[in-house]
């Protein structure tokens, strides 16, 4: 009997179940708005906050860029520095232990928990956001990434050197090619954690970015733009999710 209700069920399209969802969803939130309407603006006023955020004033495009913009510079920095370090760490013992402890130790490390810090020393431009979108995503990729290295299977390496492989050979023929799955799963974790950093990295102060644009509004109890500003931030994390979907295939 439950496996014909199962196949009763997966005969629904994928696309009736995402508008079932989405109902649902609305549904809860004018449920929300009705009975909280200080708290929950409902979908009209987020509707009329977007038309004058978006088109009359144009100022959420230029949040959205902003923080767009943070978030792939501090990516690109990460992902340039975790490459070699992960493989310095599996290549050279002394590095390793000099450089793995504090990379774990920061690792424990919520990213709110120095991103003052960062903030009171580079200051609440730019430069302070991008470092610690930057230093976030650098922690996730080089350990995905030397974990990859490091299980490299040392029967080839030996091999190699046994046929009169060079350390050079050895390197592109067999780590680099050996690492890619896990140096791609670490190009999507890093870019998820950047993300979600953006929203730490930008409540310390600035004028332009979601999460800037979430804490005035919140400031001055603008839910309807609170509301608006948290919907594009899931959007920004969805198209990412779907433009790096194929990394999770390679993973598998």
């Not at 050279?92 to 450089?99: C, D, G, I, K, S």
């Not at 954690?193 to 929203?199: A, N, Q």
Request: proline letters at 4%; charged letters at 15%; a positive charge.
């Amino acid at each position: 009997m439950n496996l014909k209700k199962s196949s009763v069920w997966a005969k629904i399209p994928n696309f009736v179940w995402l508008i079932i969802s989405l109902g649902v969803a609305v549904a809860l939130w004018l449920l929300a708005s009705s009975r909280w309407p200080v708290i929950f603006a409902n979908p009209y006023k987020v509707w009329l906050a977007f038309v004058d955020k978006g088109f009359t004033s144009g100022i959420l495009w230029e949040h959205i860029w902003s923080s767009l913009s943070r978030v792939l510079t501090g990516f690109f920095c990460a992902f340039v520095l975790a490459i070699p370090t992960a493989f310095l760490m599996v290549w050279y013992e002394p590095f390793r232990h000099v450089v793995e402890p504090w990379i774990m130790f920061i690792r424990n490390i919520p990213p709110l928990a120095y991103v003052f810090l960062i903030t009171a020393a580079l200051g609440i431009g730019n430069t302070g956001k991008v470092t610690v979108i930057a230093i976030a995503a650098f922690l996730v990729m080089v350990v995905t990434v030397y974990q990859g290295v490091k299980g490299v299977d040392v029967t080839l390496i030996k091999a190699a050197r046994v046929l009169g492989a060079k350390q050079r050979d050895i390197f592109f023929r067999i780590t680099l090619p050996a690492s890619t799955p896990y140096i791609l799963v670490a190009a999507r974790l890093g870019l998820s954690t950047s993300l979600t950093t953006l929203m730490a990295s930008e409540i310390v102060g600035g004028d332009r970015g979601l999460g800037m644009m979430i804490q005035k509004a919140s400031g001055y109890y603008q839910m309807d733009v609170v509301l608006l500003g948290i919907i594009f931030e899931r959007i920004v994390k969805f198209l990412e999710r779907k433009l790096t979907g194929w990394q999770e295939t390679i993973q598998q």
